[in-house]
């Protein structure tokens, strides 16, 4: 036997001692029982996890199709108004024309004061008659 199996001949080993100390005191029951707890709680947080993030595609499908469904009314509308805005402005133009045909001196006379009318409002500020 070697001198140090000799001086711990007889005498437990510390580690052994430590087992012994652990074991009487509950600790292992108890150490067990944590496990158990922290597995469960791991297993509720994952479990939440996946709802809510179950819950947040369903969301986004909900958003994608509300929206999907928001331009295509939106884009109808737009439809629906240009047509009735270009038939409603063919019409206007055809009358134009009637009126233009059946009262030429008229339309002429009515152009002149146009552009009179816009020749006073879009001339320069401070610019008078004896100027030029």
Same mark, same amino acid.
């Given at each position: 036997?070697?001198?140090? $199996?000799?001086?711990? =001949?007889?005498?437990?080993? &510390? ?7 652990? !074991?009487?005191?509950?600790?292992? =029951? ?5 496990? +158990? @707890? ?5 297993? $509720? ?14 969301? %986004? *499908? !909900?958003? /994608? $199709?509300? %929206? /999907? ?9 737009? @439809?629906? *108004?240009?047509? !009735? ?6 019409? %206007? ?7 233009? /045909? $059946?009262? &030429? ?5 009515? +152009?002149? *004061? ?8 879009l001339r320069p500020r401070g610019m008078d008659d004896d100027d030029e």
């Amino acid at each position: 036997m070697s001198e140090e $199996e000799k001086s711990t =001949e007889g005498k437990v080993h &510390p580690f052994e001692r430590a087992r012994e100390v652990f !074991r009487k005191s509950g600790a292992a =029951e108890k150490l067990d029982g944590v496990k +158990a @707890r922290v597995s469960g709680v791991a297993e $509720e947080v994952g479990q939440r996890y996946d709802d809510v993030a179950k819950g947040v595609k369903e969301g %986004a *499908g !909900r958003a /994608r $199709e509300t %929206a /999907r469904q928001g331009y295509e009314s939106t884009a109808e509308t737009v @439809r629906r *108004g240009y047509h !009735r805005a270009r038939g409603d402005m063919g019409g %206007a133009l055809s009358d134009l024309s009637d009126f233009v /045909r $059946e009262n &030429p001196a008229r339309s002429v006379a009515i +152009a002149a *004061g146009i552009g009179f009318a816009l020749g006073l409002i879009l001339r320069p500020r401070g610019m008078d008659d004896d100027d030029e």
